[in-house]
Structures are given as C-alpha cells and as structure tokens.
C-alpha cells in the first residue's frame, strides 16, 4: 500500500510518501519569514502553503520514485490547527484523490505526533505513555493500541512551547524561541531563580474527584507571569548590555528547568500510575536538549523506556501523517469527499 501524507496545519508545507508502512521521502517546506512578526500570521501562512504546495508534493513523489497513479490513498491533517492553513491541505488532497479516485483518510494532528517514533527503527511496544509538547499543545496520552488513544490531561493555559516564545520575547530574543533559551541555558545557572514549578493544585482539594482530574494537567501562563514579574522587580530593560547578557542566561536556564521539571515530573508519575513501562515525548520541543537529557536520566532510574523521534520528525512533518493514514487505510477508515477542517479538533 502507497500513502501520500500531506501536512499544512500552522506554517509547515510537507508531503511524504509511505510503501506499506517504510517512508520513501518527506519533504518539508519552512516559513521563516514569520520570525520577523514575532509569531506565524495566520492569513499568510495559507497563501504560502497555497504557493508551495503542488511543488512539495511534486517532490515528495519524485523523490520516492512514485508516480500519482501508484498511490493507493491520502492521508491528510485536518485538525487542529488554523483554519486557512488546514483548508489548502485538505482542499488539495480531497481534488487529488478524487482525480484519482483513491480513497481519502482525514488525521488528528495529534496522532501524528504521537505515533511520530514508529518512523524510527526502535518504536515502543503497547501500551505506552505519549508526552507531546509543542507550540500549540501540552498533553499526556495513553496509548493503548493504534486506534485505542486517551487523553490523561493537557494545558489549562499556555502550551510549553507557547510559553517558550513569550518568556524569549520577554528577553529580547528572537522567534521562534524555544531554540535560543536550549541554547543560552547551557551557559546559564538554572538555580539563579526558583520559578514556580507550572503544574496546577487542583481546585478542590476536598474533592478526590476532582483531583484526579487534574492530576495529568499543566499551567504555564503562571510561569511566564513570575518571569515577567522577575524582569520588572530588576529593572531588566534599564540594565547594560554586558550584566543584560549574563542575566539572559541565568534567566534562560532557571525558566528552562522549571518547564523541564514540570513535563518530565507528570510524564513519570502517568506512566507509574498506568503502569506502563515505555514513555515517548513528540512535538517541537521535544528537540529540546535538557528535555531529553532529563526524561531519559529519569526514565531509567526508574526502570522506564524512553523513545524520541529524529529531530526531523519531532517538528510537524507530513511522514508522521502518511503512517497514521496507512494504519487507519489498513482498518478500512476513510473519510468522505465533504472531509472539512476542525481548527479545534480533539483527540
């Protein structure tokens, strides 16, 4: 079976191509130009989808050495994400699989991540506790099977890579920025200031229901607050460039840590609850190094698996969608030709 995988759900144009599960070719085309407005503009994101589409695709099947009429099915992200940029991707791959009169199959961009690591060689085994954290999500989720996913709790607020790109505006730094607080940590001190660490009480403590509710959830919103307040309480923006610069640093290191501690505290404490021995992290900060230097440190003193897909595959990626189309094309899933977007879709 040959899947065509297309992914245009935020700023990201990729196409891959899938043969019965092994990737032939992922091509991923990057918006760069939204870095200057400090975050992705929705209403250009889609015209630059719409302007580098057909080409992508054109050289996803060229590189995997397929022609459209050997492809069996598509697959494509239709939520969540921006409206404009998921109507390009969907849009396109309902009018090429009806040309072709293949079947079409709509995937949660979420399932995508999770299921980002069976791209690697060294997948985990079911069942399996999936940490995805991004720009746009935070959320731990039970994996029981392929088609068998819950949602064990997720951000109230902020997601972690969101709180990334505001504390690095904060600092002066450039977008997206994940990225450049990785990088400044490594020099920084991460106990020169203790930020709180941004995992929710929960909202009654009387009530053991409601406990367990919140027992999987995030809050970075609080997080972002305490190094807003920091910055003003030092007069940061009066300061010179030399002390700035150390500070950065310090401050870098100090948020990063409270961000890691928080994900990788959560993501244990699923898996022991569940009693689940593999946990994966997916998403765009999983590319961060402390994120998985720590999780796999406490993974193992723990006696857990850890497993992270190549960077390639951590950022959205039209090869996690193909594989998730292939499994749900395999169960006989497939959608009609009225498949429309969810911006909100849930997983």
């Known amino acids: 079976m040959i899947v065509l995988g297309i992914e245009t759900s ?3 144009t990729s196409a891959a191509v899938l043969k019965d599960g092994k990737l032939l070719s992922s091509i991923v085309s990057s918006q760069y130009f939204h870095s200057k407005y400090g975050g992705v503009v929705p209403e250009l994101a889609s015209r630059a989808h719409q302007r580098v589409i057909v080409k992508v ?4 099947l060229t590189s995997a050495g397929i022609k459209k009429e050997e492809i069996d099915g598509i697959a494509v992200t239709y939520g969540p994400g921006l409206i404009g940029s998921l109507l390009v991707g969907v849009s396109f791959a309902k009018a090429m699989a009806y040309g072709l009169k293949i079947p079409i199959v709509g995937v949660n961009h979420i399932e995508g991540h999770v299921f980002s690591t069976f791209l690697m060689d060294e997948h985990p085994d079911f069942p399996f506790i999936a940490l995805v954290v991004s720009g746009g999500h935070t959320m731990l ?11 064990l709790g997720q951000t109230r607020d902020d997601a972690a890579g969101e709180a990334f790109d505001k504390v690095a505006k904060l600092l002066g730094l450039g977008y997206p920025g994940g990225p450049f607080i990785d990088k400044l940590a490594r020099e920084g001190d991460p106990n020169f200031v203790k930020f709180p660490k941004p995992i929710p009480s929960s909202k009654s403590k009387s009530s053991r229901e409601t406990d367990e509710l919140n027992k999987y959830e995030f809050s970075f919103s609080g997080l972002k607050t305490a190094v807003l307040y920091y ?19 310090d401050i870098s290191a100090s948020f990063q840590r409270a961000v890691v501690e928080a994900l990788v505290e959560q993501t244990i404490k699923a898996a022991k609850d569940f009693n689940v021995k593999n946990i994966t992290i997916a998403g765009g900060v999983a590319a961060n190094s402390e994120l998985r230097k720590t999780m796999k440190e406490k993974a193992e003193n723990e006696g857990l698996k850890l497993y992270i897909p190549d960077l390639a595959y951590c950022t959205d990626n039209a090869a996690m969608i193909a594989f998730v189309g292939y499994i749900k094309l395999k169960s006989g899933i497939k959608h009609d030709f009225d498949l429309a977007p969810v911006p909100n879709l849930k997983i």
């Open 10 to 12: 935020c700023d990201e």
């Open 231 to 249: 910055l003003k309480k030092i007069n940061f923006q009066s300061l010179g460039e030399e002390e700035k610069n150390k500070l950065i640093r």
């Open 57 to 60: 695709v054109d050289e996803a």
């Open 141 to 151: 989720i039970l994996v029981e099977d392929f088609l068998k996913l819950t949602l």
